[in-house]
């Protein structure tokens, strides 16, 4: 049984930072892609960062990128989400998902998603 577990989320004044993590179990955790997507209230769940399998690929969504960083440590077990310089347009919940197959490139895309982590809130107040 695969399970994602993400910590580290809170309330952050604008312009501040979190790290969020998430710890994987249940499966070869190396030979996986990671992605960090994230759903504010009443809008669709959409895509953060992704990571390939190596951890030598990622790729962010055009919102995020030169602000946020992803990143795995395949020894712990665990995906990473920087997040630096925070807007109050980030306010969301914040969920860790890995895909179906083994050695993918960056998933992006929600119907490829296997598994998801319960989610940890993330609040930016202006």
């Known amino acids: 049984q695969v399970q994602l577990v993400e910590s580290g989320g809170g309330l952050v004044q604008a312009g501040g930072s979190l790290r969020l993590s998430c710890a994987a179990s249940?499966?070869?955790?190396?030979?996986?892609?990671m992605s960090w997507f994230r759903q504010a209230p009443e809008k669709e769940r959409q895509f953060v960062a992704g990571?390939?399998?190596?951890?030598?690929?990622?790729n962010y969504a055009g919102s995020v990128k030169g602000r946020f960083t992803i990143s795995r440590d395949n020894a712990k077990n665990s995906v990473y989400l920087q997040m630096n310089s925070l807007k109050a347009e980030d306010t969301a919940v914040y969920y860790c998902?890995?895909?179906?197959?083994?050695?993918?490139?960056?998933?992006?895309?929600?119907?490829?998603?296997?598994?998801w982590g319960q989610g940890t809130q993330v609040t930016v107040s202006s």
């Open positions: 249940g499966r070869s955790f190396s030979d996986y892609a």
């Open positions: 990571i390939n399998w190596s951890g030598g690929t990622t």
């Open positions: 998902a890995t895909p179906y197959s083994r050695w993918s490139r960056v998933v992006r895309t929600i119907t490829d998603i296997a598994y």
